[in-house]
């Protein structure tokens, strides 16, 4: 098992910055891939960012150039740095981390507004 944990959201104005983090626990070694996905009131959850073990990142395309995700291995934390923030980034934010299974965190709430 793999247990998740977020933190970092808040309410924060427009053109403004949130670091989330993601920490993980547990059988970390089953883990190959880790991922932010947001979820809007209203809408379907949606793909934010990836990265795999080897750093390789993938990212939804309305948020590139704005949001970099990263991770620094010896702490198990993944971080999504999101820049420029507009009002429809306003979701719950979540963490998965996938390899023998997903697991899902509980989510961290981000609202853009004024």
């Known amino acids: 098992q793999v247990q998740i944990v977020e933190s970092g959201g808040g309410l924060v104005q427009p053109g403004g910055s949130l670091r989330l983090s993601c920490a993980a626990s547990g059988s970390i070694f089953r883990i190959v891939i880790m991922g932010w996905y947001r979820q809007a009131p209203g809408k379907q959850r949606e793909l934010v960012a990836t990265?795999?073990?080897?750093?390789?990142?993938n990212y939804a395309d309305s948020v590139k150039g704005r949001f970099t995700i990263s991770r620094d291995n010896a702490k198990n934390t993944v971080y999504l740095q999101m820049n420029s923030l507009k009002p429809e980034d306003t979701a719950v934010y979540y963490c998965?981390?996938?390899?023998?299974?997903?697991?899902w965190g509980q989510g961290t709430p981000v609202t853009v507004s004024s």
């Open positions: 990265i795999t073990n080897g750093g390789g990142t």
């Open positions: 998965k981390a996938d390899g023998l299974g997903s697991f």
